[in-house]
């Protein structure tokens, strides 16, 4: 799926912004503070319908205006039985409005109807990859997945398996439900006394629980080994990076019964802790993995080019997965290029984009004769530029030419 045209209005520093970038490589280029990254964080909106920033909505209005609004049309072309190519157009859009107590609402659009529910539009996206497009996307921030606390690792692989799973989604959908529900029976228990809800909320804890850990390990059986083929061909070293999932439930057991029994077994372990504090201490909503790289923590003993060269890995395996099991390419969206990537890093990405045929949006604050659509930004404005590509001879796996 390709991005054709974008709009933005009152979006942080950008007044009015139109644009119709490549299929290719798009290029922002300019100083910090100008619009870049914002023209990213508007269009992943329509994606994963939230910023991948994690702002508050009042945040992205521009100052002095009482709404943002992001829309972008899309292409997608695509083979029938017959052969015959058939193409797809989606129209989305997003209107983030203030009301007058100063609290901004969102209102998402598909082809000017209203998306009433995410997790349906989400749901039918993966059965129908032309009514919205998959963004991944690799920002400074993510080196919190290595370095913070789990919150960040279970945020980010909940977020890749709910987008490219309905089963998951599904699963996590009704996991998260009964999470609530239990959670505030423990905040009131000292009241309620609801013992049997409790246990019944328990039990469906252990039903979903039992079908996501499942999933995410028969998921991460799949996934390693791409990141590991990548990260070696990054480096042009025998890396070997393994994902640890830590505090195990069910050990190694791949019986569903087995950890539907583990899972019961921590619920009721933690009972009275858990009425103590009024929350569910324990369960696959506290799962947490570890990063090793050649059998040394990445997160203890990782060089910052390690750690850089790892997040690349795992986001260039998520576009493999996804071209995979969809038939369809992602679009990419890399937020400071020039600060985040070393040379040799940036070479092999950029092979890699033009091998893949993916569309890309790039950040970076330095120019360079680059092969791809460019814009120069500032105070919000965007300027398209011819861009002049030196040719010089290929060092890389790709067949096309390099780009440096």
Wanted: proline share 2%.
């Amino acid at each position: 799926m390709n991005i054709t045209s974008v709009q933005l209005k009152n979006f942080r520093n950008i007044t009015f912004c139109e644009l119709q970038p490549s299929e290719g490589i798009n290029f922002f280029v300019g100083q910090n503070a100008q619009g870049k990254t914002s023209l990213l964080e508007a269009l992943v909106y329509l994606s994963y319908l939230k910023s991948f920033r994690n702002s508050k909505l009042e945040e992205v209005i521009q100052k002095n205006s009482k709404k943002a609004q992001i829309i972008c049309e899309l292409k997608k072309e695509k083979k029938n039985e017959a052969e015959n190519i058939n193409s797809y157009r989606t129209k989305l859009s997003c209107q983030i409005e203030m009301n007058e107590t100063g609290q901004a609402k969102r209102f998402f659009m598909a082809n000017d109807k209203p998306i009433k529910s995410s997790l349906k539009f989400l749901e039918e996206r993966q059965n129908y990859p032309e009514k919205g497009f998959y963004a991944v996307v690799f920002h400074p921030g993510d080196h919190d997945l290595i370095r913070s606390v789990p919150s960040f690792r279970r945020g980010y692989f909940d977020r890749i398996l709910g987008t490219q799973s309905e089963f998951y989604l599904n699963a996590l959908k009704s996991y998260q439900k009964a999470l609530q529900q239990r959670n505030a029976i423990l905040k009131n228990f000292i009241f309620s006394r609801s013992t049997s809800l409790l246990e019944d909320f328990s039990e469906q804890l252990a039903i979903y629980g039992t079908k996501m850990l499942l999933y995410r390990r028969q998921w991460m059986e799949k996934f390693i080994p791409h990141v590991n083929r990548i990260i070696c061909s990054i480096t042009s070293e025998a890396f070997s990076l393994t994902i640890e999932e830590e505090n195990k439930i069910g050990d190694q057991s791949s019986c569903p019964q087995v950890i539907h029994n583990k899972i019961k077994e921590i619920l009721l372990k933690n009972k009275e802790k858990d009425r103590s504090v009024g929350w569910t201490t324990g369960g696959p909503h506290r799962s947490d993995w570890s990063f090793q790289l050649n059998e040394r923590s990445l997160k203890g003993y990782g060089s910052q080019g390690e750690i850089r060269a790892t997040l690349l890995a795992l986001k260039l395996a998520e576009i493999e997965l996804y071209q995979k099991d969809f038939s369809d390419n992602p679009v990419l969206f890399l937020d400071d290029f020039s600060s985040e990537l070393d040379q040799k890093k940036r070479e092999y990405l950029l092979d890699y984009i033009a091998d893949k045929k993916l569309q890309a949006f790039i950040t970076t604050t330095e120019f360079k004769p680059i092969k791809g659509q460019q814009y120069w930004v500032k105070n919000g404005h965007f300027e398209m530029k011819e861009s002049s590509v030196s040719k010089i001879e290929k060092t890389n796996k790709f067949k096309e030419t390099a780009f440096f």
